[in-house]
């Protein structure tokens, strides 16, 4: 939800009374015999970002003392060290003053005179919001908005995330953090910037690996993220304009996907696995579509039987989030075994490990199959098996739990190569 509170005149009734709030201009000694420059509201005022009282806003400006500081070191309440800034004294126990130069006078005169049309815009915003048009108010609010830290707003989208996208998201703005070297603020993201970022991520090495670049595919799935946290800011209001839409993403290289046929899942099928678990989750995946992480995590209550209808699977999937209904067939199900407790796991003692991998190696070998296989290609399998058979790709992506269309696109144009190896296989005489 926007806040407009600094849009608006605080208004507090005490029978009659309309109270307004006053802007005062104050300073604050800091080091390098400075004072900073910052507006003190009365009564407290919203903090646009965070919706927070405060009675202060720093400018970012600051003057020359004409009077002498130094820190000194004193002990808190807890006796810990700590700093704080004090006028010098002189014998008579009067502030020494400082005699300034021409330029660092000049720069106080200046910052002065902006500093006051700082604080007599913010009076105006507070206390007189006739003054300006309604397209004023919007250019005033994204303006400032725009000094909000980018950096800080995506931390609070990643961390609105839950699961794998919340760490997708973590690591995504570990490598805007990275790229950054300093703050981002909103009023600075640009087309270029957004172009920068995206050649950063081509060519940066991996946070896993200091030898190894980050691949192709990573980089552009945290582009694509940087891209949702654009957007999500210009629907919040946050920005002028949509920069999403304006900056194209990186494109995922074509990879080789593959799947077994028909013939090859039936060897599978006929030949011995030394661990036979892998075996009965790598077949349960080709006929149904499910994915290593909801294999592992399927327990038994998530298996319905309904009369007439036939069976069922309800499962939230553990990449997306998303309540699944998946129809089984007969076969799939018998798969599964022997029911057992509603709560145990039905694919028990499955765990993922590189010695699992190098069973599932050998089991496809041993097959005589010569493809590059993963569990991974199961899933493939059945996709690309339900095309051929005539499913249409609506409900093929229904089946696997595809969000959108295109991403179960990906499967027809492996049909279609296979097609195009069909259509050469009649070759005439010449």
């Known amino acids: ?65 004409e009077t002498e500081f130094v820190e000194e070191k004193y002990l808190d309440k807890n006796g810990k060290p700590q700093l704080r800034i004090v006028p010098v004294l002189n014998k008579k126990g009067e502030s020494k003053k400082v005699k300034l130069n021409p330029i660092n006078k000049l720069h106080n005169q200046q910052t002065q005179v902006l500093a006051e049309q700082i604080r007599q815009k913010k009076d105006n915003q507070l206390n007189k919001p006739e003054i300006y048009t309604g397209y004023e108010k919007e250019q005033l609010k994204i303006k ?23 760490e997708n998201w973590l690591a995504t703005l570990r490598y805007v953090k990275s790229f950054a070297k300093k703050e981002i603020r909103l009023s600075e993201l640009n087309i270029k910037l957004c172009n920068d970022f995206k050649d950063y991520l081509l060519k940066t090495k991996s946070n896993k690996s200091k030898t190894r670049n980050l691949t192709q595919n990573s980089a552009s799935s945290y ?38 046929t028909i013939e090859e899942l039936n060897s599978l099928h006929k030949t011995e ?39 069922f699977l309800n499962f939230k999937q553990q990449k997306t989030k998303s309540i699944e209904v998946l129809p089984i067939s007969e076969q799939a199900y018998k798969l599964l075994g022997k029911p057992r407790d509603l709560k145990a796991k039905v694919f028990e003692n499955l765990h993922y490990s590189a010695w699992v991998n190098k069973q599932l190696v050998k089991w496809v070998e041993k097959a005589g199959i010569t ?38 696109q ?21």
């Not at 249409?392 to 089946?399: A, E, G, L, P, R």
């Not at 492996?414 to 070759?427: C, F, G, L, S």
């Open 144 to 166: 400032e908005y725009g000094e909000l830290s980018f950096i800080e707003y995506f931390a609070q989208l990643a961390n609105k995330r839950s699961g794998s996208s919340r």
């Open 410 to 430: 990906i499967y027809a144009k492996v049909m279609d190569q296979t097609k195009r190896e069909a259509a050469n296989k009649i070759v005439l005489e010449l």
């Open 223 to 260: 582009f694509s993220i940087f891209k949702a946290a654009l957007k999500q800011a210009y629907k919040d209001e946050y920005m002028f304009s949509d920069l999403s839409s304006k900056v194209e993403p990186i494109k995922i290289p074509e990879i080789q996907r593959n799947y077994l």
């Open 1 to 65: 939800m926007f806040i407009y509170a600094l849009f608006v005149p605080w208004l507090y009734l005490s029978n009659t009374t309309i109270m307004t709030t006053k802007v005062k201009l104050r300073t604050k000694a800091i080091s390098g015999n400075r004072q900073t420059l910052y507006l003190d509201f009365y009564p407290p005022v919203e903090r646009p970002e965070t919706g927070e009282k405060t009675r202060r806003e720093f400018l970012g400006l600051f003057l020359f003392n």
């Open 273 to 311: 696995c030394r661990l036979p678990i892998l075996k009965q989750a790598a077949l349960f995946s080709a006929l149904t579509g499910m994915r290593y992480s909801d294999i592992e995590n399927l327990v038994w209550k998530d298996i319905e039987i309904i009369k007439g209808e036939g069976y």
């Open 371 to 408: 493809k590059k296989i993963t569990f991974h290609c199961f899933r493939h399998t059945f996709a690309t098996l339900q095309l051929r058979y005539g499913t249409d790709i609506y409900t093929v992506s229904k089946m696997l739990g595809h969000k959108k269309l295109n991403t179960t």
